[in-house]
């Protein structure tokens, strides 16, 4: 017969265990925890996710633009953006580097997290548009109003804060998907179907102040009327530093410059690449159509076929060079800048609507849902102390995935938390996408 003293100690003891195992089942191995049974599904769990920093936010301020009006995007880009591409619109949450912001009485900063602490650049102005480019991290650009209907864009240099370059501009500004050119524009104000681009570079001293000719002969000559000289110009218009092209322009229209010297613009009547030659804006080839841009890849086409049917081809980014599609081939997607494409012809969006002829393009998004869910609680307690929760984050924490760069933003209403995301194979897919590695 066992004592009952031994018997006492060996339920204590097998208490003692069970109660260690339910303890270290959710963590990682790494962290001391039980691996998972091969096979099974990774979930993600409230400790996947290292929180790298917290923003505290006072009251009357949130990463939020003010009076952005992008003229070939007329309808709201949502706050959270998508990848964080240079082909799409310009997004509070910079890469993994930090947030725009404007509060009360017009002001407005640029946080960043450098060094372990937030830098703060201020405005007096609101902020309109600001933008990091994922492969030039010490380049700011922002643009602010600087009063009715006047705004100014400034080229920045962080973590210092320098001024490289400031122009009065239109109300947005964005780099080349190469990170090499910020195109900026003004609308006539005579004419709001006239647009005025001008590229400026990151490095160098910009181009002499010129007008695109229109002098091609090949091509179809410009409207009737057209300005041609930059004496023509209204006075903004004469100010506007740079290589600069007037063209018509709608809110329908489009325009995608992937390097520093080409720029694709589609209008109504077609499409137009223009090349930059010298200090001038040349057309390189137009013709009739509709672009679907596919970054960072390719530029897509619909026209016209001889038969008098729709048909699709693709090009080059650097010269029209149009490959016709078989009739066969899938439909594509409807543009949306928040599509990326791969070589193998297959696209996705960050929040993973897929288009693909072959194989899945990605690993499924699984940490978007884990993050609103680990965030759901501190979004309630700041709803609970804050009444403008309700106004700004009505359903929840806002959540900003910056895949290519392994981060996440999440506002929760009195702070915005930078997490870092658990390293994996979709990320690394993502990375070399954007061509990021």
């Known amino acids: 017969m066992i004592p009952t003293r031994y018997l006492i100690a060996t339920l204590f003891i097998a208490a003692l265990l069970l109660l260690v195992a339910v303890v270290q089942a959710p963590r990682s191995p790494k962290s001391g925890g039980v691996a998972a049974a091969p096979g099974g599904g990774s979930a993600l769990t409230l400790e996947s996710f290292e929180v790298v920093a917290e923003a505290r936010l006072e009251e009357g301020w949130a990463p939020r633009f003010r009076g952005t009006r992008d003229p070939d995007q007329p309808d709201p880009w949502p706050f959270e953006g998508g990848f964080g591409a240079p082909w799409e619109p310009a997004s509070p949450y910079l890469w993994d580097q930090g947030l725009a912001l404007n509060g009360p009485r017009d002001r407005s900063e640029v946080i960043l997290w450098r060094g372990l602490e937030w830098r703060h650049y201020r405005f007096d102005v609101p902020l309109v548009s600001a933008r990091i480019h994922p492969r030039r991290l010490n380049r700011l650009l922002v643009t602010l109003q600087a009063g009715p209907l006047r705004f100014e864009t400034r080229l920045l240099e962080i973590p210092e804060g320098r001024v490289l370059w400031s122009v009065d501009s239109g109300p947005w500004s964005r780099f080349s998907w ?9 609308q006539d104000p005579q004419d709001p179907e006239r647009l005025l681009l001008s590229s400026l570079p990151l490095e160098g001293e910009p181009p002499s102040n010129s007008l695109s000719p229109w002098d091609e002969k090949s091509l179809p ?22 290589a600069r092209i007037l063209t018509p322009f709608s809110m329908e229209d489009r325009m995608w410059m992937p390097t520093r010297d080409r720029l694709w613009i589609q209008t109504s009547p077609g499409w137009t690449l223009w090349g930059l030659e ?42 029209a060079r149009w490959t016709t599609l078989p009739p066969g081939a899938p439909s594509w997607p409807a543009y949306d800048p928040s599509w990326v494409w791969r070589d193998d ?5 960050a929040w993973d609507l897929r288009w693909a002829e072959g194989s899945p393009v990605l690993p499924r998004e ?24 309700k106004g700004w984050l009505p359903a929840g924490p806002e959540l900003a995935l910056r895949e290519g760069a392994g981060a996440a933003w999440v506002w929760v209403g009195d702070r915005v938390v930078l997490v870092k995301l658990p390293e994996g194979e979709r990320l ?9 590695r």
């Open 428 to 436: 690394r897919q993502i990375r070399k996408i954007l061509g990021l």
């Open 278 to 319: 010298g200090s001038h804006w040349r057309r390189q080839a137009a013709g009739p159509g509709l672009l679907a841009a596919q970054p960072p890849r390719r530029m897509g086409l619909v026209r016209s076929g001889p038969s008098g049917d729709p048909e699709r081809a693709t090009s080059p980014l650097e010269q």
């Open 221 to 242: 000559p410009p409207p009737r009327g057209w300005p041609l000289l930059p004496d023509a110009l209204w006075d903004d218009g004469k100010d506007l530093p740079g």
């Open 178 to 186: 190469d990170g090499a050119t910020v195109l900026i524009g003004l």
């Open 345 to 349: 012809r297959s696209a996705c969006t």
């Open 366 to 389: 699984q940490q978007r849902e884990a993050l609103l869910k680990r965030f759901r609680g501190d979004w309630r307690a700041a709803r609970g102390l804050r009444a403008s929760v």
